[in-house]
């Protein structure tokens, strides 16, 4: 079957550096995407990885490895505003997005 | 450029009544889906068009639910007679290439 493992919640610190895992196990796959998601908001997009390696968008970056079918976000110099959940989501070969539960991210000062 | 646009925002109603939402996607964007999210879980796909065709509607309870995408643009779903467990977040998104982009979602409460 096709899942998604992520943490349930992770706590960090302000000014600090955190790391959110996910796994995946798809029929195909094509692409994996992060999506970050504020209470009672709907999901915003953030990263789209495709190939092996980093891609680094300001204060987040998104890593994969196809072979090891592991994705990570990583988030630095933590602010406030970044307390939220965040959607680890890979699509599969019938380009459907199969779903993780999310990670809620908690921001302590 | 305007995003994915969901109508209402909430909605309250009792059980056994019916209920619509509303979805305009992404100018361009032939791939709109529905999903469902509850509290604390990921959003759950009820239904998938490309253009005007449901190519995956496995995941829609269809004793209740419908839904349509007239001529291949808006969208909307349908609960018809809704139910306790129907309360939920209902979420609208489209996508061209790579990236899915919602809409701001409707909050259905059925008490």
């Known amino acids: 079957g096709q899942n998604i493992d992520q943490p349930t919640e992770m706590t960090a610190t302000e000014g600090a550096i955190v790391q959110i895992n996910c796994t995946y196990q798809?029929?195909?796959?094509?692409?994996l995407f992060w999506y970050q998601q504020h209470a009672g908001e709907a999901p915003t997009f953030l990263s789209y990885n495709v190939l092996d390696g980093l891609e680094e968008k300001g204060r987040f970056s998104s890593f994969l490895s196809r072979s090891k079918g592991y994705s990570y976000l990583l988030l630095k110099e933590l602010q406030m505003k970044d307390s939220a959940s965040y959607l680890c989501?890979?699509?599969?070969?019938?380009?459907?997005?199969?779903w993780g539960a999310g990670t809620k991210l908690i921001i302590k000062p | 450029e305007a995003g994915v646009v969901q109508s209402p925002r909430y909605k309250i109603i009792e059980k056994k009544q019916p209920v619509a939402f509303w979805c305009n996607p992404i100018?361009?964007?032939?791939?709109l889906y529905w999903y469902r999210q509850n509290l604390g879980q990921g959003p759950e796909l009820l239904i998938r068009y490309e253009n005007e065709e449901a190519v995956d509607d496995s995941q829609l309870p269809k004793d209740r639910f419908s839904a349509e995408r007239l001529k291949g643009v808006d969208s909307t779903l349908k609960i018809q007679p809704a139910e306790l467990g129907d309360s939920a977040v209902y979420l609208c998104a489209s996508s061209f290439t790579q990236g899915t982009f919602f809409g701001q979602g409707t909050r259905l409460t059925v008490v």
């Open positions: 798809t029929s195909g796959f094509n692409g």
């Open positions: 989501a890979a699509m599969d070969s019938n380009y459907q997005l199969i």
């Open positions: 100018s361009g964007h032939n791939t």
